[in-house]
Nanobody, 124 residues
Framework: HLQLVESGGGLVEPGESLRLSCASS????????VGWFRQAPGKERTWLGC????????SYANSVKDRFAMSRDNAKNTAYLEMNSLKPEDTGVYFC?????????????????WGQGTQVTVSS
């Protein structure tokens, strides 16, 4: 059973950067597509981007595509979300999610493994 654990969130000022990690417990992520979502207070979970199986192809939401970048270290069974030029509207709980042998999806439904989330707050 795949378990995901996010880390790396925190409080930063506008314009700063953060790198979030999504570590799998023991199982390789190579066979999974990995997506990232954000949930702002009182709002639905919003898709940010996804890297397909083995991380060979990535796609991003328009709101973040010029500022966020996903990557993977398959040897460490870890996916990353590098976030640059952070804005106050980027504040929320960030989740990674995975779907086995599945295609990237822009909605939460197809993902069957989720991390617990990590809080990111962007404020001056």
């Amino acid at each position: 059973h795949l378990q995901l654990v996010e880390s790396g969130g925190g409080l930063v000022e506008p314009g700063e950067s953060l790198r979030l990690s999504c570590a799998s417990s023991g199982l390789s992520l190579e066979a999974y597509s990995v997506g990232w979502f954000r949930q702002a207070p009182g709002k639905e979970r919003t898709w940010l981007g996804c890297s397909n199986i083995s991380g060979g192809r990535t796609s991003y939401a328009n709101s973040v595509k010029d500022r966020f970048a996903m990557s993977r270290d398959n040897a460490k069974n870890t996916a990353y979300l590098e976030m640059n030029s952070l804005k106050p509207e980027d504040t929320g709980v960030y989740f990674c999610a995975a779907v086995f042998a599945g295609q990237c999806a822009e909605v939460p439904g197809p993902y069957d493994h989720w991390g617990q989330g990590t809080q990111v707050t962007v404020s001056s």
